[in-house]
Protein backbone atom coordinates (compact mmCIF):
# COMPACT_ATOMS: atom_id res chain seq x y z
CA UNK A 1 0.00 0.00 0.00
CA UNK A 2 0.94 3.40 -0.18
CA UNK A 3 2.49 4.84 2.91
CA UNK A 4 2.52 8.46 4.31
CA UNK A 5 6.44 8.53 3.26
CA UNK A 6 5.55 7.69 -0.44
CA UNK A 7 3.19 10.69 -0.49
CA UNK A 8 5.47 13.29 1.36
CA UNK A 9 8.56 11.75 -1.52
CA UNK A 10 5.90 12.70 -4.29
CA UNK A 11 4.83 15.73 -3.05
CA UNK A 12 8.01 17.23 -2.57
CA UNK A 13 9.32 16.26 -5.86
CA UNK A 14 6.06 17.83 -7.54
CA UNK A 15 6.47 21.14 -5.15
CA UNK A 16 10.01 21.15 -6.35
CA UNK A 17 9.25 20.33 -10.25
CA UNK A 18 6.85 23.86 -9.65
CA UNK A 19 9.50 25.86 -8.37
CA UNK A 20 12.75 25.31 -10.17
CA UNK A 21 10.42 25.02 -13.61
CA UNK A 22 8.04 26.61 -15.26
CA UNK A 23 5.27 23.94 -15.36
CA UNK A 24 1.46 24.21 -15.84
CA UNK A 25 -1.01 23.07 -14.06
CA UNK A 26 -2.12 20.61 -16.10
CA UNK A 27 1.99 19.55 -16.93
CA UNK A 28 2.53 19.23 -12.60
CA UNK A 29 -0.88 17.38 -12.35
CA UNK A 30 -0.08 15.09 -15.34
CA UNK A 31 3.22 14.43 -13.69
CA UNK A 32 2.00 13.76 -10.10
CA UNK A 33 -1.06 11.14 -11.70
CA UNK A 34 1.86 9.22 -13.53
CA UNK A 35 3.68 8.63 -10.09
CA UNK A 36 0.58 8.05 -7.77
CA UNK A 37 -0.16 5.27 -10.92
CA UNK A 38 3.54 3.93 -10.49
CA UNK A 39 3.51 3.76 -6.55
CA UNK A 40 -0.40 1.92 -6.54
CA UNK A 41 1.53 -1.00 -9.02
CA UNK A 42 3.50 -1.89 -6.34
CA UNK A 43 0.07 -3.15 -4.06
CA UNK A 44 -0.36 -5.79 -7.22
CA UNK A 45 1.03 -8.96 -6.60
CA UNK A 46 4.07 -9.69 -7.79
CA UNK A 47 4.00 -12.26 -10.76
CA UNK A 48 6.39 -14.81 -9.16
CA UNK A 49 4.71 -15.19 -6.20
CA UNK A 50 1.43 -15.39 -8.13
CA UNK A 51 -0.22 -19.15 -8.47
CA UNK A 52 -1.44 -18.81 -11.96
CA UNK A 53 -0.72 -16.35 -15.05
CA UNK A 54 -1.74 -13.28 -15.59
CA UNK A 55 -1.16 -11.56 -18.57
CA UNK A 56 -2.20 -7.32 -18.86
CA UNK A 57 -4.01 -5.39 -21.02
CA UNK A 58 -3.47 -1.51 -22.25
CA UNK A 59 -2.50 -0.82 -18.61
CA UNK A 60 -2.96 -2.54 -15.14
CA UNK A 61 -6.14 -2.38 -14.80
CA UNK A 62 -7.32 -4.79 -17.78
CA UNK A 63 -6.28 -8.37 -18.64
CA UNK A 64 -6.71 -11.97 -18.11
CA UNK A 65 -5.59 -14.03 -15.05
CA UNK A 66 -6.20 -17.98 -15.13
CA UNK A 67 -5.17 -20.10 -12.08
CA UNK A 68 -5.55 -23.61 -10.43
CA UNK A 69 -5.30 -23.16 -6.85
CA UNK A 70 -4.78 -26.00 -3.93
CA UNK A 71 -4.98 -25.23 -0.26
CA UNK A 72 -4.53 -21.74 -0.96
CA UNK A 73 -4.77 -19.54 2.07
CA UNK A 74 -3.75 -15.72 0.90
CA UNK A 75 -4.82 -12.81 -0.74
CA UNK A 76 -3.61 -11.75 -4.46
CA UNK A 77 -4.29 -8.24 -5.35
CA UNK A 78 -4.59 -9.06 -9.73
CA UNK A 79 -5.55 -5.66 -11.05
CA UNK A 80 -5.68 -2.12 -10.31
CA UNK A 81 -3.76 0.71 -8.94
CA UNK A 82 -4.28 4.18 -8.13
CA UNK A 83 -5.17 6.83 -10.53
CA UNK A 84 -6.26 10.53 -10.48
CA UNK A 85 -7.24 10.07 -14.24
CA UNK A 86 -7.01 6.95 -16.08
CA UNK A 87 -6.55 7.45 -19.57
CA UNK A 88 -8.09 4.51 -20.67
CA UNK A 89 -11.32 5.99 -18.40
CA UNK A 90 -13.23 4.91 -15.42
CA UNK A 91 -15.85 1.78 -16.17
CA UNK A 92 -14.20 -1.81 -16.78
CA UNK A 93 -15.42 -4.96 -17.62
CA UNK A 94 -15.23 -7.74 -15.75
CA UNK A 95 -16.30 -11.40 -16.25
CA UNK A 96 -15.35 -14.35 -14.22
CA UNK A 97 -15.54 -17.92 -13.79
CA UNK A 98 -14.73 -19.57 -10.42
CA UNK A 99 -15.10 -22.95 -9.61
CA UNK A 100 -14.13 -23.62 -5.89
CA UNK A 101 -13.91 -27.49 -4.95
CA UNK A 102 -12.55 -27.63 -1.29
CA UNK A 103 -12.09 -24.37 1.21
CA UNK A 104 -13.76 -21.34 0.60
CA UNK A 105 -12.87 -18.26 -2.16
CA UNK A 106 -13.84 -14.89 -2.77
CA UNK A 107 -13.41 -12.41 -5.57
CA UNK A 108 -13.08 -8.83 -4.43
CA UNK A 109 -12.99 -4.99 -5.38
CA UNK A 110 -11.54 -2.81 -2.96
CA UNK A 111 -11.79 0.89 -3.98
CA UNK A 112 -9.89 3.27 -1.61
CA UNK A 113 -10.58 2.81 2.22
CA UNK A 114 -13.85 1.45 1.51
CA UNK A 115 -14.73 -1.56 2.58
CA UNK A 116 -13.71 -4.51 -0.29
CA UNK A 117 -16.69 -5.51 -2.32
CA UNK A 118 -17.15 -9.42 -2.80
CA UNK A 119 -18.18 -9.77 -6.89
CA UNK A 120 -18.31 -13.75 -6.38
CA UNK A 121 -17.77 -16.33 -4.00
CA UNK A 122 -19.66 -19.32 -4.60
CA UNK A 123 -19.12 -21.57 -7.77
CA UNK A 124 -20.01 -19.55 -11.07
CA UNK A 125 -19.60 -16.58 -13.41
CA UNK A 126 -20.06 -13.00 -12.90
CA UNK A 127 -20.18 -10.21 -15.27
CA UNK A 128 -20.76 -6.71 -14.32
CA UNK A 129 -19.55 -3.41 -15.50
CA UNK A 130 -17.73 -1.32 -12.69
CA UNK A 131 -16.92 2.47 -12.65
CA UNK A 132 -14.42 3.07 -10.88
CA UNK A 133 -13.54 6.04 -8.55
CA UNK A 134 -10.56 8.35 -8.39
CA UNK A 135 -8.21 7.30 -6.04
CA UNK A 136 -6.78 3.27 -5.36
CA UNK A 137 -8.89 0.50 -6.84
CA UNK A 138 -8.35 -3.15 -6.69
CA UNK A 139 -9.67 -6.15 -8.27
CA UNK A 140 -8.57 -9.67 -6.35
CA UNK A 141 -9.02 -13.09 -5.09
CA UNK A 142 -8.39 -14.61 -1.44
CA UNK A 143 -8.86 -17.67 -0.51
CA UNK A 144 -9.02 -20.06 2.68
CA UNK A 145 -7.88 -23.48 2.26
CA UNK A 146 -9.33 -22.94 -1.13
CA UNK A 147 -9.02 -25.46 -4.31
CA UNK A 148 -10.28 -24.74 -7.25
CA UNK A 149 -9.57 -22.78 -10.11
CA UNK A 150 -10.39 -18.83 -11.73
CA UNK A 151 -10.56 -17.50 -15.20
CA UNK A 152 -10.66 -13.58 -15.20
CA UNK A 153 -10.72 -11.12 -17.83
CA UNK A 154 -11.25 -7.43 -17.60
CA UNK A 155 -11.93 -4.57 -20.20
Known amino acids: MITLKKIIVVLCVFIGCSIFCSCSKDQILGGYNSVIQLAGNTTLTNDIALKGERKY ?25 TSIDRENGKDISLSCNLEITD ?21 GSYNDTITLPEGGNYIGVCGKSFTGNIELNIE
Open 57 to 81: GNDHYTGTYKAEYKDFSDTEYLFGG
Open 103 to 123: GTAQLFWTSGSKEPVILLEVS
